[in-house]
């Protein structure tokens, strides 16, 4: 399979700044049923930023389950994606990208291939506890993990070299599956991250937007960089 692992950056910063305000994400949720009570309520980064990645990453898998199957698992602020072929992670990981910058929700991605097994997932919950377990593993999870924690900065999609030569596979870069698609488009990292431990070179080309959709994600991302603190400056130069 091909893994696509996404995570946001800075949100255990987040989570220490803020109070976890259960009842806000709960009428986050049910968003439309609760707009007046979410206009009321005190700014909290924390609620908005997790609310704003689930619905995203939703609305990412409900479009792409609909072309093709994928196993998603997610954990908290993070979330593993499997599918069979390159261009689906790869295009599931363009379209999230685009969204949670135009949110100014910076993450992260990598994408791996190689072996995966979803196994068991359970949940037993009573009235004063729960149990819950998610049994699954592979090489494309500790691959996608890895590219993405290789140690280059920056709001990107990595590729992990275990990805690279499956592009020259029409099977999983077709030239189209539909009107609105193109083969994947790579870019080589430059010369000084290329020196990082597990060998990434590579990272997706996110950037090819309608007009009027890049001059929006553009703001949004110069408003993100202002907002950042002076020590994740680095992320946003390299970006």
Known sequence: KVVLFVDILGFAGLTESYPLDLDLLKAHDRLFANIEKIMAAPDNQLVSTFS???????????????KHP???I???????ISTSYAYEAVNIAIGL??????????????IAYGSFAALRFRSD????????????????????????TCGIKGLRILL?????????????????????????????CPEKERTNKIGVHHEIDFWYLKPTMETN?????QDMWKEAPQSENEHYKVT
């Open 97 to 110: 990208q685009q969204s949670l910058l135009g949110q100014k929700i910076p993450a992260r991605m990598g």
């Open 52 to 66: 704003k990645f689930h619905f995203s990453l939703r609305s990412a898998l409900n479009l792409a389950n609909m």
């Open 217 to 221: 994600i553009w703001h949004a991302f």
């Open 125 to 148: 919950i009573s009235a004063d506890d729960g149990d819950h377990a998610a049994q699954f593993l592979g090489t494309s999870i500790v691959r996608a993990h890895a590219a993405e």
């Open 70 to 72: 994928l196993t998603a």
């Open 160 to 188: 992990h070299p275990s990805v690279i030569s499956l592009f020259d596979d029409t099977r999983h870069n077709p030239e189209s599956v539909d009107a609105m698609s193109h083969p994947v488009r790579y870019l080589e």
């Open 74 to 80: 997610t954990f908290s602020d993070s979330t593993f």
